[in-house]
């Protein structure tokens, strides 16, 4: 099977390493989007391309809350490109609230540019100590694949370094104007955990900065050490005083995959994990490789729900038909349709429909067969730092009147399931 993906030639828009990407009709789409709100599936669906003109355009005719819209874009981390794509289709958007995405679009691109000037500082600072670096996830393809934060959202910087050199480059950002709130995230809660406890940006970006010292959650396979990263990394273009690094395609495919739908239950970051596999498909992946290290890693559970989701729900579809096929879960197809409709309605992770945790944690482990892909026992839920709730005492009719919540949410929960078959 792998020797055959290779075979087919059509024009280069429509091909990934000799493999024939295929689209389904935009028809489809809304299939997974109509169990969200209609804000929801706005958001989502300016992740793709052209081929979401119609239903986009479509719903911008429908009634909806702009104010809602604008929260969700703010909160999806989707501004100003959602907006840019709003405004292309020539919607109807109420003057204030159109003030309002012009206003928050601008302070967005600001934070950007700030962000990509704050990393490229302390890079600089890490290359006069002598701290090779590999940048991960949004700044390794901000200043890659994509060329530029403007074009790539996110809140997070995400580093990978040599645990010799941990220590080192934990003082160096401290210098750099990164600050450790040490109440909130003391450094006993991260001994064990792949990354340094967190530093946020003094220059007040809102930005977080992880120094990882091994690139997933130490329960997944794929949780290469650096030097294991550094040999499937190449060079970011650009003079550095230093050593910066990015994962090759193929292995930040898996990556993306591996920490949208495992370490964080595929329920955050589906809009640019839309856009990023679609970036990295657009500038050329040898597949069959990908399928060799999805085996390898034991990642074709991630891989293949996060393109599955990806495709439903923002009219992405990265991958062509032959590797969707390949990585398909020997489940039967009514199983595989109630655990998609399942995680689509926790990809936003704003909205979570399902009452109970515990069943959330069930379903999530059905799709994901942790069982048959961990190293350990430990589950993402496990390795997350505690975030201790203050306890409460709830009086006899509150008790009562949670418990009545709960039974409505339980039914509109199991109704959504059961809505899109």
């Known amino acids: 099977m792998l020797g055959e993906l290779g075979r087919s030639g059509i024009s280069k828009r429509r091909i990934a390493n000799g493999l024939q990407v295929r689209r389904r009709p935009v028809s489809t789409f809304p299939r997974l989007l109509q169990l969200m709100p209609m804000e929801s599936q706005i958001v989502l669906l300016t992740a793709g391309g052209g081929d979401n003109d119609p239903a986009l355009r479509a719903l911008l005719q429908k009634p909806l809350s702009w104010d809602q819209l604008l929260v969700l ?18 919607a109807n958007v109420p003057a204030e609230q159109a003030e309002a995405f012009e206003r928050l679009s601008k302070v967005c691109e600001f934070q950007s540019l700030m962000l990509e000037d704050r990393l490229k500082r302390l890079l600089v600072a890490f290359g006069e100590a002598g701290i090779p670096v590999i940048l991960l996830k949004g700044a390794g393809l901000g200043m890659s694949v994509y060329g530029s ?15 010799a050199h941990a220590q ?3 003082e160096v950002a401290l210098t750099q104007g990164w600050s450790w709130d040490e109440n909130t995230y003391p450094r006993e809660h991260y001994q064990a955990h792949h990354h340094l406890p967190p530093l946020y940006d003094a220059a007040r970006t809102g930005a977080r900065l992880e120094l990882h010292t091994a690139l997933s959650l130490s329960s997944h396979p794929y949780a290469l050490s650096f030097e294991e990263a550094l040999k499937v990394s190449r060079p970011v273009r650009g003079s550095w005083p230093g050593k910066v690094m990015v994962l090759d395609g193929e292995h930040a495919v898996i990556h993306l995959a591996v920490h949208f739908a495992w370490a964080h239950l595929a329920s955050l970051g ?22 060799e290290l999805a085996a390898q890693y034991k990642a074709e559970k991630s891989l293949y729900w996060s393109l599955r989701l990806t495709e439903g729900l923002c009219g992405v579809e990265a991958a062509p038909v032959e590797v969707m096929e390949r990585l398909r879960p020997s489940r039967p197809e009514w199983v595989l349709r109630v655990l998609e409709r399942h995680l689509a309605l926790h990809v936003i992770a704003r ?61 509109r929960y199991l109704a959504l399931l059961r809505s899109a078959s």
């Open 73 to 90: 874009a703010e909160w999806e981390r989707t501004l100003p490109w959602s907006w840019l794509r709003i405004r292309s289709l020539g």
């Open 149 to 163: 934060f403007a074009e790539r959202p996110m809140g997070d910087l995400d580093l990978l370094i040599s645990p």
């Open 168 to 170: 080192a480059g934990w």
């Open 270 to 291: 589906m809009w640019r994990l839309a856009r990023d596999f679609q970036a990295l498909a657009a500038q050329g992946l040898d597949w069959p490789r990908v399928l």
């Open 351 to 411: 909205y979570m429909p399902c009452p109970s945790e515990k069943w959330r944690r069930l379903m999530w482990s059905l799709a994901l067969d942790p069982s048959r892909t961990a190293t350990s026992t430990a589950r993402p839920w496990h390795a997350a730092p505690a975030q201790r709730a203050a306890s409460t005492k709830l009086g006899v009719m509150e008790k009562v009147g949670m418990q009545l919540a709960r039974g409505r949410e339980w039914r």
